[in-house]
């Protein structure tokens, strides 16, 4: 379902076959793309973020693959809420524990993606995220709260991440573990404005989002690169993946107002719903960024029964 209307071909992703666009990156080149030629991409700032980054063959549940998929081209919106932590905790698997910014109050946030570069091609997402404690950690939520704000990296459970295309779907889902499906998803982020809507199965809206983007501010290629680690459980076992954002330029709104915020009918609305949000609290917006997503890794989750 992307927004993409060309020729396509298939290509099999841990036993499934896909379509993916034809003569695309994931076409053409399979992970390794070449980054010389990402370079010549008038949308494309700088590869030099990813020349340090070097890729490394792995085993995953969809096949051998390249490590980390390079994204060289998005723009990101998210909308961080309090919400009670008796509500969060309800949806949280009882090894992890909601982060709280106050007794009794926690942070989720609704995020969308436009992925206009990258190794497996165009392609859109949203999601509905919780802010948990990192795993095996027994400071206080306040202390671990101040560390990840001071730098830039936050520990993340994520209960829907609806995307565009099918190799995204595949990947995500089989490969990293992340509740994905795949539906009409459109997203908008420019120096003015910052727009999204999510379908749902009949067609209607799932979520839709519009905003005044924030000022833009901008920085060099690797002065300020912003980290989130993401936990998901396959076949059982615990494991973390870490996506490392270079942002290029971006702006923030504590307390952002005339946010238009459509809670539809649909998986992301339910899920929105089911955490009770009270109040947003911080709008963030980066209209131009790079990503490395790592494969996901095992990890030692502390049990908390």
């Known amino acids: 379902m ?4 060309q020729d396509a071909v298939e290509v099999d992703l841990g036993g499934r076959t896909i379509a993916v666009p034809k003569g695309g990156l994931y076409d053409r080149y399979r992970m390794n793309t070449d980054l010389d030629e990402v370079a010549r991409d008038p949308r494309v700032s700088s590869v030099d973020f990813f020349r340090r980054l070097p890729k490394t063959r792995v085993d995953s549940p969809i096949g051998a693959t390249l490590t980390p998929n390079f994204y060289y081209r998005i723009s990101t919106a998210r909308l961080t809420m309090l919400a009670r932590s008796r509500a ?3 949806r949280l698997p009882g090894e992890l524990a909601p982060l709280e910014v106050a007794p009794g109050l926690g942070l989720i946030s609704i995020m969308f993606f436009r992925y206009d570069v990258c190794d497996i091609d165009f392609y859109t997402e949203a999601a509905v995220g919780i802010a948990v404690r990192p795993a095996r950690h027994g400071r206080l939520g306040f202390v671990d709260l101040v560390a990840a704000l001071k730098n830039d990296h936050l520990d993340s459970y994520v209960l829907s991440l609806p995307v565009s295309t099918d190799i995204a779907q595949v990947r995500g889902h089989d490969g990293y573990g992340f509740p994905k499906w795949v539906t009409e998803l459109d997203v ?3 120096d003015s404005r910052t ?3 999510v379908a749902n199965d009949a067609g209607g809206t799932d979520l839709s989002f519009s905003v005044a983007t924030p000022a833009q501010t901008a920085y060099p290629t690797g002065e300020r ?6 936990y998901t459980s396959i076949n059982g076992a615990w494991h973390s993946t870490l996506s490392q954002t270079n942002v290029l330029s971006a702006g923030s709104a504590r307390f952002p107002r005339n946010v238009a915020l459509q809670i539809g009918h649909g998986r992301m ?3 929105l719903r089911s955490l009770k ?3 947003a609290v911080q709008l963030d917006v980066t209209t131009e960024g790079q990503l490395a997503l790592h494969m996901p890794v095992p990890t030692s989750v502390k049990s908390r029964d």
């Open 277 to 279: 949000p009270l109040k």
């Open 269 to 271: 609305a339910d899920d």
């Open 195 to 197: 727009t999204a809507r």
């Open 188 to 190: 908008g982020i420019d």
């Open 225 to 230: 690169v912003s980290t989130l680690t993401s």
């Open 2 to 5: 992307s927004s993409i209307h």
């Open 88 to 90: 969060i905790r309800t």
